[in-house]
């Protein structure tokens, strides 16, 4: 028997065998119940003291999460699925939606205005269907203020939601000026695109009435140019029309040699060969007064003549309608100098009383470009040319390869141009000629032309001595 | 001050037995005994006669103590003479626990302060909201008059639970007796001796002292899933895992038990209030700390008299502790001994809560699963 007995034990055999010792045959089932209770208090010593230490660390890990819960700013509600608030943790003070108070068992849909109501319960019930996150913003007058909420569900358990709580009002604050601004600077992109169409209008416009300017232009030089075109024409209009005199004269020649010769035939048919001799004499005599022989020479010269002078109004005739029609956007490939010769043709009256044209051709290679249009550049520019010559000069057409470029250069002797003005003379409706002799739209209109064509018109003048434009046309 | 004290078991009946001649010093007889054997009027009125004169106060059990003894289904009585001091009984009653506080109010206004020295308190113990009750009564008294008492019990049953009110034990009773004079000196100690476990629940629906959930849970399955087979036995087997309870700013934490449950709601009513918000834990008991408690308590009470030996303790512990300790239950009344000595006459009983403030100087409270002794003694 065992010294040590364990108290209960030595309880239930005081009640139960009294004040009577039990006998010693009990002796060893008495210590094995002893070393039994023992034990049983030993592993429940144990037991409890692991349940100790584990719930101990348990609410260590607990409190640990408490404090990083409490460090949100955020306002932090746990719920059920009906919305009741298990838990709750209040962020800022300033978001304090009451005073005081526990929130615990309120239902966080009765939290905000009756507005936010629906949102926060259809939230509720699409985080319990979906089990995925859903979010919400809303407003709440606070002290007088409106203040913006976001809130987001997070399911926790199958049966608790987490709901965070933010306040947005900084953020919407800056939402807002955001929006403002915004809201400007559509309205100035609106106003803008607006000035934009008004401007590509006006420029539809300035460019359709650039078109008509480049036509009037071109009608105008026509018209300049008029009085030497008829005069072109008339030259050769004169000279047929006095070699179809002298025709006529020598086809009633030819109609009295044919009757002379009719007469001779009828005498020698009727055997008076008298008759016929003397008739002879008087057409040999007749023949001999005409000077039949030149006047067989001369038809021949004066239709091939004649000719000639038909073929020349011809071509002025072609080179002016090909000048003056409306022009379109066609690009061929051409040699420049038969566009500058078809121009030569036309202004060759303009020049030749004034100047002296030298031509100087160089190897130029084929170039793209509308032959109407350039046609009007030359025109411009050997116009100019001769009008700046007050006697008499030179005029000098030059074409040239250099690098990319086929140049043409417009040599004049005229009286120059004074450098202040260089810069002002491609500009439209400037010019320096007397009223009536000039639109101010010649080089402005020659100046797009050639920018169009890939190339660019220079100039080089001395006042007294003479100008040099030179058009320099891109082979490309 | 003189003690006589006596105890009724089934196999003997009185013992001592009863003399023919009635004593009419004995001011004041404690009766505790099972809700059955109080209910019959023979052995009622077997008391009365004996002692004509006294103030009876005593209710049901869930446990008698005679001296050091711990019994069920026996009458455990301690008639007692003052020699200085005078005894006066007061009693109320209550229909719904709801009504405590007004209740407990209304009894606090009944009994008389000149010269009043202690009030000693017994209620029912399943049709009351214990918080309430001590609150409406201390609000009703002078600060530096102390109450201690407890709910009556009727066994592990949770059924009917009887107080003595005007000598005849009855339902839905709260008496009280004021203990008058200045040669009376009383202590107390109140106890438990559990140790909290598990994580920390917050209580999310409770009206009054009726608990519905933790953390959002019913708290009756969650009750069910730690006592496993042991849920069969609800209420009494919930006391196996009463709750602490502490208020959210850092308040000293209570006990508290189940009274009973409903089924139908899946509600759980407590001995006191389960306000919403507070933290509740899972409690487990320890015989050794159990033991140690009941003995901390006598010290406590001894302590507080004075160093005094005291002539009567009259113990009021929880029924949860004789659930959990059993057949060892008697070894916390003996370490009750062990400590007031043989000189004082114990008596009390196997409460459904205590009363009583839990250091001295402190507020009253109902308390659950304590050793709570009240020590009495004449100068």
Redesign the interface.
Known sequence: MSNNMHSLLKRQLKQYFGANPYSDELGPFIDAVNKAYFDFDADRNMLERSLEYSSQELLQANSDMQMIFQAFPDMLFRIDREGNIIEHKWGNREDLVFPSGSLVGKRIQDIPDSSARQNFIKSIENVKRSKSVASMEYSMMLDGKEKFFEARFLPLTEKETIVIVRNISDRKKVEGELKETNETLKKNDRALRNMLIDLKKVHDELKSAQGQLVQSEKLASIGQLAAGVAHEINNPVGFISNNMEMLGQYVADYGKVLRMVENLKAAIEQGSLEKARSMVAEMTKFEQEINLDYIINDVNNLLQHNQRGLERIQKIVMDLRTFAREDKDTMELVRIEEVIDSILSIVDNELKYKAELKKSYGDTPLIKCNPQRLGQVFINLLVNAVQSIEEKGTIEVKTYRQGEYVCVDVIDTGKGIEEKNFKKIFDPFFTTKPIGQGTGLGLSVSYEIVKKHGGEIRIQSKVGEGTTFTVMLSIS | MKIEQKQWISKSGWQPAFTDAPDSEMQLVFVFGSTELLKQKQKMDEIKRAYPKACFMGCSTAGEISGTHVNDETISLTAVYFSHTRVQGYSVTIDKAEDSLGVGEKLGQMISQKDLAHVFVLSDGLNVNGTDLVAGLINKLPPHITVTGGLSGDGANFQETLVFADGVPQKNVISAIGLYGDKLKVGYGSLGGW??????R????SKGNILYEL???SALELYKKYLGEHAQGLPATGLLFPLSLRA?DGETSVVRTILSVDEKDKSMTFAGTMP??ALARFM?A??DRLIDGASGAAKASYAAIGAYSPDLAILISCVGRKLILK??I??EVESVRDVLGERTALAGFYSYGEISPFTPGAKCELHNQTMTITVFSEI
């Open positions: 140790d909290s476990f598990g994580p920390e917050v209580i999310t629906r953390d959002g849970q959210r919403e918000g487990k320890n015989f057949q060892r008697e070894e």
